[in-house]
């Protein structure tokens, strides 16, 4: 079984910065992706950056220059700096990450997410 456990999320100042942290536990052979995601509550979720591209589409132009992704392979983590936050950030911070299994199959798993509150 793989897990997904994001850790980093709280209560920032506007203008202020958060790193997100989504580290994956399991048996499996390897990471081949992982992205960041974010919902509102009666919104859907979006997509907010991903390890698979610098610039993958349909991400808010509203987040371009101020989130970026990166991972570690050696610590199976992948991490979400977040920068310049606004109060329109507050949301939910999931990550999903597509890895290949011992049959190099892909699956893909949804960490529980982590809250995150930008105050004015």
């Known amino acids: 079984q793989v897990q997904l456990v994001e850790s980093g999320g709280g209560l920032v100042q506007a203008g202020g910065s958060l790193r997100l942290s989504c580290t994956i536990s399991?048996?499996?052979?390897?990471?081949?992706?992982v992205s960041w995601h974010r919902q509102v509550p009666g919104q859907q979720r979006e997509l907010v950056g991903s390890t698979g591209s610098s610039s993958p589409r349909g991400i808010p132009e509203s987040v371009s220059g101020r989130f970026s992704v990166s991972r570690d392979d050696a610590r199976k983590t992948a991490y979400l700096q977040m920068n310049r936050l606004q109060p329109g950030d507050t949301a939910v911070y999931y990550c999903?990450?597509?890895?290949?299994?011992?049959?190099?199959?892909?699956?893909?798993?949804w960490g529980q997410g982590t809250q995150v509150t930008v105050a004015s």
């Open positions: 399991g048996d499996f052979f390897d990471i081949h992706t």
């Open positions: 999903k990450a597509h890895v290949r299994d011992r049959t190099w199959l892909i699956q893909t798993y």
